[in-house]
């Protein structure tokens, strides 16, 4: 059975110099708010790889994206509950290498304009694509926090 239905998101992995950034954009002609992606759990990378997972990235929430934008989806590494500093970007696991499994998923949950929260499942297997940035004019932008809107009708 194929789902043909048009996903409102899609993504990419923005490589952005020496950090890898998750990029969402909204595909509908719809404001889409509080837009969250689950928090990703890693598979461990011991030999045994069993367990509970010692990595996983937590994804800050969005208040809301507007149609057609692109939003920059900041994210926190953990390891074995603490913060994990800079140097420890675990997001390059999400990346798609051609012939390689990858186990992961995006799950993502918004409310659409009727109040009513939606999800999408995105499998990284099939759909991600990094994308190097090399303008100068753009990279300064994906430094910064991601986007703040003024959505009149958010709810509270």
């Keep these: 059975m194929t789902n043909n239905k048009p996903k409102p998101f899609t993504h990419k992995l923005v490589n952005d110099g020496p950090s890898l950034l998750l990029e969402l954009t909204n595909a509908t002609k719809q404001t889409l708010k509080r837009v969250e992606i689950l928090t990703v759990f890693l598979k461990n990378d011991d030999a045994l790889g069993w367990g509970p997972s ?32 800079p140097e420890n970007h675990h997001l390059q696991k999400l990346q798609v290498i051609d012939g390689e499994l990858n186990p992961y998923v995006l799950d993502i949950s918004w409310q659409d304009t009727e109040g009513k929260t939606r999800f999408q499942r995105t499998p990284l297997s099939a759909s991600a694509h990094l994308v190097t940035i090399y303008d100068p004019r753009i990279t300064p932008a994906l430094q910064t926090s991601a986007p703040r809107h003024s959505c009149s009708n958010a709810v509270p």
């Design 54 to 85: 010692q990595v996983h990235i937590r994804f800050e929430p969005v208040e809301c994206i507007l149609p057609a934008e692109k939003s920059i989806m900041h994210h926190t590494t953990w390891i074995n509950g603490k913060q994990a500093g």
